[in-house]
């Protein structure tokens, strides 16, 4: 289930076409702080079970967690 959601998150930004290079480039002062918690949950499993080092998998991860919070509701 979880790979499922990672992928989908991952094409999801690859559509959107999302370019945050960095999770601090991300501003999560507006969205609602347990929708962007999920988020950060998924993007901290990105990271660990691709088991990834390189620059564009990691870019990978801060798309799909860039379009995760875009999705969360406002305060």
Do not use: F, W
Not at 32 to 47: K, L, N
């Amino acid at each position: 289930m979880r790979s499922v959601l990672m992928a989908t998150l991952i094409m999801g930004a690859m559509a959107i076409g999302g370019c945050a290079h960095s999770t601090k480039d991300i501003d999560v002062s507006k969205v609602d702080p347990a929708c962007e918690q999920r988020c950060s949950i998924s993007h901290s499993r990105c990271v660990s079970e691709m088991n990834i080092m390189s620059s564009p998998m990691m870019s990978k991860c801060n798309e799909a967690y860039d379009a995760c919070v875009g999705a969360c509701p406002g305060k």
